[in-house]
């Protein structure tokens, strides 16, 4: 009535599940392997980029030489001049692109359209070490003067993100006439 199989019918049925096994096992590998491989092309991508990004905001950076303050009428500091050049290996900054961080003892103030000149012409882009810009910050209207024994702290950030920070102390004597530039 009832056939029973022999042993060696029975080994190829457990060969065929464990084929069926082991091809299962296979796909699900490949399928894991090919998520793990998009997933590090993404991450290589986004490594590059960021890397690019760092680069550019250590590099691309400006030296100050010089910051000298305008007296008004009342002795006090009214505008602010910097002279400034690239950095050491730095592309070209343009200077209308930059955002300055204002803080002094009249106020803060975030700065984005300051006057701007190019070894004295028009242009506004730093292009080799030997070209020097003036930036002119009119804190008068911007954050209030600077008095006698003031201190300021000036922030400039390029368009690559690249921050200079500049500390500022006016003098506690300001001898000055009207419209003479003092060394901050």
Do not use: C
């Not at 691309?60 to 050491?88: K, Q, R």
């Not at 009249?106 to 080799?128: C, I, K, Q």
């Not at 209030?144 to 024994?149: Q, R, T």
Request: aromatic fraction near 2%; charged fraction near 20%; avoid cysteine.
């Amino acid at each position: 009535m009832y056939e029973t199989a022999s042993d060696g019918d029975r080994r190829a049925q457990v060969g065929i599940g464990t084929l069926i096994l082991f091809v299962a096992m296979v796909l699900v590998a490949a399928l894991t392997a090919g998520v793990l491989m998009g997933t590090a092309g993404v991450l290589q991508s986004q490594a590059e980029a960021t890397g690019t990004e760092s680069i550019a905001q250590v590099s691309n950076t400006l030296e100050i030489y010089t910051t000298v303050g305008t007296v008004d009428a009342d002795g006090n500091i009214d505008s602010i001049e910097m002279t400034v050049s690239l950095g050491p290996g730095s592309n070209p900054i343009d200077l209308e692109n930059i955002v300055i961080d204002y803080l002094g003892s009249g106020g803060h103030a975030y700065v984005s359209d300051t006057p701007v000149a190019v070894d004295g012409s028009d242009r506004a882009v730093l292009e080799n070490g030997q070209d020097r810009g003036t930036i002119t910050l009119d804190i008068e209207s911007e954050a209030g003067v600077l008095e006698p024994g003031d201190d300021a702290v000036v922030k400039i950030v390029t368009n690559d993100g690249a921050q200079i920070t500049d500390e500022l102390t006016v003098p506690s004597v300001l001898d000055a006439e009207e419209d003479e530039k003092i060394r901050l």
